[in-house]
């Protein structure tokens, strides 16, 4: 099975709008983390925001937010008032404790802000 | 500015030539990753160095790759007789040396191989 799966190859939102960008995971870790990386077409893997298996509340950063519903393993990000330059590739991964210190990624979404 | 760097940025290179990259991390990062990411793909976990010792490595790592830190500083993955399978992204990460899954990896830009 997939560990992270980003279901949407493609999204267009409109300048100023917000987006979600949805994300399920899988594991039978308890301890975990997921983060959300945004790629822009210049190949830098850019941090974005984290969420810890253990948080209760969900993560924000600036304009940027994570939905995270454990029960159903998903942590989708939320982007508001979305700008040009918030035309990326966006990649969710995630870090179980038990695998060691890799990330494993999913598949990504191109985001395009359309003015 | 002191993020993680790579050299060099692009290498072309015929099938079978050896070919090999540079990682500098984030000076006070221990722990140093690489990463492949094919076209239209996420990165791949390759191999993980804590220091200078190799601790982790993908079956995506086959025989003819090989990564060294030797000195707990910057790393270098050395790719012999490359295959047109080799084309791709490779990307260098490090992190502070703490074991927790909070701590995020600091992404380089990358080195962009492409294998004639």
């Known amino acids: 099975a997939q560990k992270i799966t980003q279901t949407q190859p493609g999204m267009f939102v409109q300048e100023k709008e917000a987006v979600t960008l949805d994300c399920t995971y899988d594991t039978s870790d308890q301890s975990y983390g997921l983060f959300w990386y945004k790629q822009p077409s210049s190949g830098e893997m850019i941090f974005l925001i984290y969420?810890?298996?253990?948080?209760?509340q969900n993560a924000t950063e600036g304009r940027y937010s994570l939905n995270f519903q454990k029960a159903r393993k998903s942590a989708n990000l939320v982007i508001s008032a979305s700008q040009l330059g918030d035309s990326a590739m966006y990649f969710c991964?995630?870090?179980?404790?038990?695998?060691?210190?890799?990330?494993?990624f999913g598949a990504g979404t191109i985001l395009r802000v359309k003015s | 500015d002191t993020g993680v760097s790579q050299d060099p940025r692009h290498k072309i290179t015929k099938r079978g030539q050896n070919v090999t990259f540079r990682c500098d991390p984030i000076s006070e990062h221990n722990r140093l990753y690489w990463y492949r990411q094919t076209l239209g793909q996420g990165p791949e976990f390759l191999t993980y160095?804590?220091?200078?010792?190799?601790?982790?490595k993908s079956r995506l790592l086959s025989d003819r790759f090989s990564a060294e830190r030797p000195k707990g500083s910057f790393s270098t993955l050395e790719i012999q007789r490359t295959e047109q399978g080799d084309s791709a992204m490779y990307l260098c990460?490090?992190?502070?040396?703490?074991?927790?899954?909070?701590?995020?990896?600091?992404f380089g830009p990358g080195t962009r191989l492409t294998v004639t």
């Open positions: 969420q810890g298996s253990y948080d209760e």
């Open positions: 990460a490090s992190s502070p040396n703490r074991d927790s899954t909070i701590y995020e990896q600091y």
């Open positions: 991964a995630m870090r179980e404790r038990k695998e060691g210190n890799k990330l494993v």
């Open positions: 160095f804590q220091n200078e010792a190799q601790l982790e």
